[in-house]
């Protein structure tokens, strides 16, 4: 296997993320595609660290575990927020949040 | 088996894997349906863990089936239940970015693979067997320990950042 | 040695006097005539003192070698024939020097100046004439302006004068020698219009001064210019005279010709301006508006006399600068030589007996002044002294003919004729004063006006020789007119017995106190009194025997000797052996021209009344009555031009172009101000400042929208960003 499919398919993920991020408007939408980036990440982390091989390639796991605890907190905080934005608004569309327009 | 017979089969396994997640990948980010799209997101983490084993990391990948697609889903679904998220859309739900945002997605994309190719070019990852739990383990509570204990604090803080934010007072 | 070392004493105590009698004058009991006279009577008896201590100083000189008293040339002396020595032609004495006394008035950034006096033979020989002169005028004075308005200033006047010419005379340094000079002509300009309530009087005195003031540039430029020849020819600028003499005959250090050149053609205007030559001669017939006194004293023998006193002082510079050793015809000779002949020529035509005495001082000055021209500096500075004496004798008989035979008139035509039956001591006083001033054997006038003559031919001055020749012929001439026309014919003056006096006399008021001799009544023409005749006695008899000093004929040259200029410090001087032969000839042409004279008038020979039957010879007398339109010139061209159009032309130049200029001046500035105010300060440096902040307002209001507030724009630029800069780096790497 050549390292380079799955840094490739974690890159085209991760972009897709980023399109899903800028592109939807409900807020629950965007962490999902934040959610793919993440898994993305973890794809890139555990592919080197099988690459390298030996000692490193349980770095690599161990890494991927944590990334994957925080995901798991982020999108828990996450979700209250949106919560509470929705509570306050009645609508969860990101487009509506521009208070903090200049 | 040959090694060259492994090297196929890896292959072709990658390739079942990982098309259905590109397109899932899609499918989250454009489809109308909002539980379609939660679903979709099973599908690329499923697929996820599935190169996971690929890899030989067991370990995380059934983390993985467990957390992410057992309880970070199942949060999603229960968001977008509260939130009231439109079902059945009459309009999309992409905001007026879709071309910038293609754009940049793309470009990016581009610059990151044409770096990656330059890069790594034909380096080839060798397997030799799966690794065990217990080396993971034995390197999360002794190289990595410090970590492990604030990822704690952080979960700790998370869950009662959470409970606190979704009060209803 | 006493009246030469304390000479100062001489101008000093005329000038005393001119204040006591300003002072005291009118409570004097004679007027202040006498303090005037006693004044005077004592500055000439120092003056003969100092002629005679002169001439012992001359012949000690004589028997024991040089004389050496103070002086800082004796070093450089050039010796001239001593004692013993074989005297070759052209040589003559021992050297005397002169005797200085002078005091350090005045010190300032390496000028010193001096008020001092220097005695030699020229100043005794002045002061003597000055003296003597003043003293008879004094004399004459007191019948003569009797009952005189202002008889008092008149006198304190004449003492001023005479105290300032003797300043003059006896001065050490150009300095001092132009102080008197201005203290002279203003004394004039007071003398001539003492009587100014008429007012020809008064412009008269104002001509006067104006036209010698003219000539007095040139001294001012000129005594300036004699510093500096002192400082080229010894180091150290100064004024003094002996010095001055050195320097330029080249005695000590070389001068620069050129200097020399300029400083004798300024001193020449200061000459040509104070003895009435030509051109500015103009004022001096006019002058003879003042009293008779005045123009005897003055206007003959001694003011007029200071420029050639003054050509004799500094004559190196004039024989140096002028080259008058060398060249046969020169400034100063042609100046004088015209000078001759002009004053001459304009004599025929007058009518008043002083305007006819007036110009042939004129002529008789331009015989000085050439003869300086030519080299003849002993005979210039003899003719001064002879003629000081026939001229004021001349002048002062004059004026007893007005006073007693005229009614106060000087016209010769009216109001004289046959006088001599009358007058007979003023008529034999008068025939002597012409026969000198003609210059026949043995009077003085003779040896004087001959020993020009022999100068100018021997100097190769031929041309100057004719002129003074023809001179002479006029000059016995217009004399034996004026004689005929006042001594002889029929009394003309009969019908104005009792007619109001001339503009030129005052009416004499009765005195109260009425101490002044007595005066003769009006009536008909009578003899004048002893206090008038008595000063015409002794001027007739200078007049006879004062030629004597210098009859070359019978060897003796006591003038010359005693005049005789330090040789140390003086150019040298030509001396000529007599010549019989051109002394027959000049007085032949005298006797001629008197005869002329008389054929014409006692004889009614030749052409009579031609001007008015002439055209030619009525224009030509025209020419001469109006003084060859001289002042025509003067005041009409000259004056009129520098009042009106010079003056109008100034003025346009001043009102159109200078205020013009400062107008504009004052309207750019308040234009430009403006401009500067609209267009830099308001639209250019406001428009900046004010463009600076729309600038920045627009700026900001385009930037600001990146502010969308939206979550998603934001991270599209994070991203977009971070892409950039991916592909940057993977670039540069």
């Not at chain 3, 070759?88 to 950034?109: C, D, L, M, R």
Request: charged share 15%; with cysteine; glycine share 10%.
């Amino acid at each position: 296997m050549l390292l380079n499919q799955f840094l490739l398919l974690s890159a085209f993920l991760f972009g897709t993320g980023i399109y899903g991020v800028l592109t939807r408007k409900h807020a629950v939408l965007v962490l999902m595609s934040i959610e793919l980036m993440l898994a993305a990440v973890n794809i890139n982390l555990v592919a080197f660290g099988a690459f390298r091989g030996g000692e490193v390639a349980v770095v690599g796991q161990v890494f991927a575990l944590f990334v994957l605890t925080i995901a798991a907190a982020e999108v828990g905080v996450g979700l209250a927020i949106v919560l509470l934005i929705y509570r306050n608004s009645h609508s969860a569309d990101l487009d509506d949040v521009d208070s903090m327009k200049g | 088996m040959l090694a060259a017979d492994i090297q196929v089969a890896q292959t072709a396994v990658f390739w079942i894997l990982a098309i259905p997640m590109a397109l899932s990948a899609i499918g989250v980010v454009t489809t109308k349906n909002v539980v379609h799209a939660a679903l979709y997101l099973v599908v690329v983490l499923a697929g996820g863990a599935g190169q996971f084993i690929l890899l030989g990391q067991e370990f995380v990948a059934w983390v993985q089936v467990l957390v992410y697609i057992g309880a970070v889903i199942v949060l999603f679904l229960f968001g977008i239940m509260l939130t009231r998220a439109p079902m059945h859309p009459k309009e999309s739900l992409d905001n007026d970015l879709r071309w910038p945002g293609m754009v940049v997605a793309v470009f990016l994309v581009g610059v990151l693979s044409a770096l990656l190719i330059d890069t790594f070019g034909d380096d080839k990852i060798e397997l030799v067997a799966p690794t065990r739990t217990d080396e993971v383990t034995n390197e999360i509570f002794r190289t990595y320990i410090i970590p492990f204990e604030v990822v704690g604090i952080l979960l700790l803080g998370a869950l009662i950042g959470a409970v606190v934010l979704a009060r209803k007072d | 040695m006493f009246f030469l070392d304390n000479a100062w004493l001489v101008p000093l105590i005329p000038a005393l006097s001119f204040v006591v009698i300003l002072l005291f004058g009118k409570r004097m009991p004679f007027k202040g005539s006498e303090m005037g006279i006693a004044a005077v009577g004592a500055s000439f008896v120092l003056a003969c003192g100092a002629a005679v201590q002169w001439i012992q100083r001359v012949g000690d000189a004589e028997e024991g070698g040089t004389e050496h008293a103070f002086g800082a040339f004796g070093a450089f002396g050039r010796s001239i024939g001593r004692i013993g020595e074989e005297a070759t032609e052209g040589e003559h004495g021992p050297i005397v020097e002169s005797v200085h006394n002078s005091f350090t008035w005045f010190q300032n950034g390496g000028i010193d100046l001096h008020v001092g006096i220097q005695i030699d033979g020229l100043s005794v020989m002045m002061m003597f004439v000055v003296t003597l002169i003043s003293l008879l005028v004094h004399v004459y004075s007191v019948d003569y302006m009797k009952g005189d308005r202002r008889f008092t200033y008149f006198y304190a006047a004449l003492s001023l004068f005479t105290a300032s010419m003797l300043l003059l005379v006896v001065a050490d340094n150009t300095l001092m020698l132009l102080v008197g000079w201005e203290l002279v002509g203003v004394c004039s300009f007071m003398l001539i219009g003492h009587w100014w309530e008429e007012k020809p009087n008064s412009d008269a005195a104002i001509k006067a001064f104006l036209t010698t003031r003219t000539g007095d540039v040139g001294l001012l430029c000129g005594v300036i210019m004699t510093y500096f020849v002192v400082q080229q020819g010894t180091g150290t600028g100064s004024f003094n005279i002996e010095a001055l003499n050195a320097s330029a005959a080249g005695y000590l250090n070389p001068v620069s010709g050129t200097l020399l050149f300029w400083c004798a053609a300024a001193l020449l205007l200061a000459i040509i301006g104070k003895s009435g030559q030509f051109p500015l001669h103009t004022w001096l017939p006019d002058a003879m508006a003042g009293p008779t006194p005045v123009s005897a004293l003055i206007h003959a023998a001694t003011m007029v006399v200071a420029g050639v006193y003054l050509g004799a002082r500094v004559y190196p510079v004039f024989y140096e600068g002028l080259n008058i050793g060398e060249a046969n015809i020169n400034l100063m000779a042609a100046v004088g030589g015209i000078t001759v002949l002009i004053g001459a020529a304009l004599a025929f035509v007058q009518d008043d007996i002083k305007k006819v005495l007036a110009y042939s001082t004129i002529s008789q000055l331009g015989y000085m002044v050439m003869a300086l021209g030519v080299g003849a500096w002993t005979a210039a500075i003899f003719h001064l002294f002879t003629h000081a004496f026939f001229k004021a004798l001349l002048f002062l008989a004059a004026g007893s003919v007005s006073h007693s035979g005229a009614h106060h008139s000087f016209d010769m035509k009216k109001d004289m004729g046959g006088l001599r039956k009358y007058m007979p001591q003023t008529y034999v006083t008068f025939i002597i004063g012409t026969a000198a001033l003609m210059g026949i054997f043995p009077l003085a006038g003779f040896w004087s006006k001959d020993e020009i003559l022999l100068g100018a031919s021997e100097g190769d001055y031929t041309l100057f020789l004719v002129v003074g020749a023809v001179g002479a012929l006029m000059t016995a001439a217009y004399m034996t007119r004026c004689i005929y026309l006042t001594f002889f014919g029929e009394y003309r003056g009969g019908d104005h017995a009792h007619a109001t006096p001339h503009v030129d006399e005052a009416e004499h008021q009765p005195d109260e106190d009425d101490r002044l001799p007595d005066h003769g009544h009006h009536g008909g023409p009578h003899e004048s009194n002893r206090w008038i005749l008595a000063p015409l006695w002794v001027l007739a008899a200078f007049s006879v025997f004062a030629g004597f000093f210098n009859a070359t004929w019978f060897d003796i040259e006591k003038f010359t000797e005693w005049t005789a200029p330090n040789a140390e410090v003086f150019v040298e001087l030509q001396h000529h052996e007599f010549d019989v032969l051109l002394a027959l000839i000049s007085t032949a042409i005298a006797l001629f021209g008197a005869a002329l004279a008389y054929a014409y008038y006692w004889r009614g020979l030749g052409p009579q009344r031609l001007s008015e039957r002439n055209g030619l010879a009525r224009t030509g007398k025209q020419f001469l009555v109006n003084k060859y339109y001289l002042d025509v010139l003067y005041t009409d061209v000259i004056v009129a031009f520098v009042k009106g159009p010079l003056a109008r032309a100034t003025y346009w130049v001043n009102q159109n172009v200078i205020d013009n200029v400062l107008n504009y001046a004052g309207k750019g500035a308040m234009v430009f101000g403006r401009f500067t105010y609209d267009v830099l300060d308001q639209k250019v440096v406001d428009g900046a400042v004010n463009g600076i902040g729309t600038i920045t307002d627009s700026a900001g209001s385009e930037v600001r929208k990146i502010q969308t507030g939206r979550l998603q724009f934001y991270a599209f630029m994070l991203v977009l960003a971070v892409g950039v800069f991916a592909l940057a780096l993977w670039i540069a790497a």
